[in-house]
């Protein structure tokens, strides 16, 4: 392959030194949860590998916000209490265990990944700073999945989000084409396509807020997720022994650091950046039963197998409320019904009393 740009030639080949240095050295392979950047407020250590579905946690407690469950993982130090970061960006990678970049500040290990989302973070944003507008977003290309919150969808108007708008980003003057030549990848597949779109997106995110440094201002945390597959699509179709895949993983690793960098510079140096790196996901553990219960009506519609919804730590408040009001109503309806039975409608009514016929004398 060879990569005819001036922006990325250097970093490609400092990306690819770094992976077969750490190959033959370490000999360690694994999912991978790297810091890229991180603000001065943010300390982590070394530690052992991490829990994937404790991932959202991490950057819970990072951001300054509680988690349900006390995260036993020792990577997280902790930091200034007064000085959170105004912003996380979570880039994950699907299809590839390590994707190496020379500015990464320190790597984990991930045991056990499951599918995530960040929305426990997001609603932690949302009632903290329910007076404010921060900038949520979390963007899935290949599947089209898009969420915006407050100023994102003013911010990210422009940005393409399907398929379609993508491709057409690519054919225009200012697009990531311009900076990046591959012989093996090539614009008319479909697949190449699709890793190209990203590439776009990660070039044009960091381009629209840099149109608005000002956010680095707000008084709000910002939280960016972006989940890429066009590594894992091409890895399908060609093979993880391809040019194809080589040149992609060279690409993705600079586009990446130079993305990490933009967005840092734009926040003022106070947000955290990471990258995870999962060659796939694992379906969590779960009991999968049948029973003469299991209905559309009365089951998760979401679930495969019908299994109910998972509680949550409000359960058990909502329990109690619902109980002990249903008793009083109960007791409530028994005591005035019984009042209403040993009734005098003589003595203790007044609808009696008055519609009783007097003879009037005079």
């Not at 999912?31 to 890229?36: E, P, R, T, V």
Request: glycine share 4%; net charge negative; with cysteine.
């Amino acid at each position: 392959m060879a990569l005819r740009s001036a922006g990325f030639m250097g970093c490609a080949g400092v990306c690819q030194l770094f992976l077969l240095t750490t190959a033959l050295t370490t000999g360690v392979f694994g999912d991978q949860f790297s810091i890229l950047k991180a603000s001065q407020s943010v300390h982590f250590q070394d530690a052992g590998p991490l829990p994937g579905s404790r991932i959202p946690d991490v950057v819970s407690l990072s951001m300054g916000f509680s988690v349900e469950e006390d995260l036993q993982w020792s990577g997280l130090a902790v930091g200034s209490l007064f000085h959170r970061p105004r912003a996380n960006f979570l880039v994950t990678v699907r299809g590839i265990e390590q994707l190496v970049l020379p500015k990464s500040e320190i790597s984990y290990t991930v045991e056990n990944p499951v599918p995530f989302t960040l929305d426990s973070v997001s609603n932690s944003i949302h009632s903290m700073f329910s007076e404010e507008t921060p900038v949520i977003l979390q963007l899935t290309p290949s599947e089209e999945r898009l969420y915006m919150v407050g100023k994102a969808n003013s911010i990210f108007e422009d940005l393409p989000v399907t398929l379609r708008q993508m491709r057409n980003r690519l054919y225009q003057d200012n697009s990531v084409l311009n900076l990046i030549r591959s012989y093996s990848l090539k614009e008319n597949n479909e697949v190449d396509l699709l890793f190209l779109s990203e590439l776009q997106v990660l070039h044009d995110i960091s381009a629209l807020l840099s149109m608005h440094n000002h956010l680095a201002k707000d008084r709000s945390p910002d939280l960016y997720s972006l989940e890429l597959a066009g590594l894992e699509e091409i890895i399908k179709h060609y093979g993880q022994d391809s040019q194809q895949f080589r040149d992609a993983a060279q690409i993705l690793a600079s586009v990446i650091q130079k993305f990490a960098d933009d967005v840092f510079s734009i926040y003022n140096e106070n947000a955290l950046i990471e990258l995870l790196t999962v060659k796939t996901f694992e379906a969590p553990l779960l009991r999968k039963t049948r029973s003469i219960l299991q209905s559309p009506s009365i089951s998760n519609p979401g679930s495969l197998y019908g299994l109910a919804y998972r509680y949550n730590y409000n359960y058990a408040v909502v329990f109690n409320i619902i109980l002990w009001l249903m008793i009083g109503l109960a007791l409530s309806v028994i005591v005035v019904a019984y009042n209403l039975w040993n009734m005098d409608p003589g003595y203790d009514s007044i609808i009696y009393r008055m519609t009783s016929q007097r003879i009037k004398m005079e």
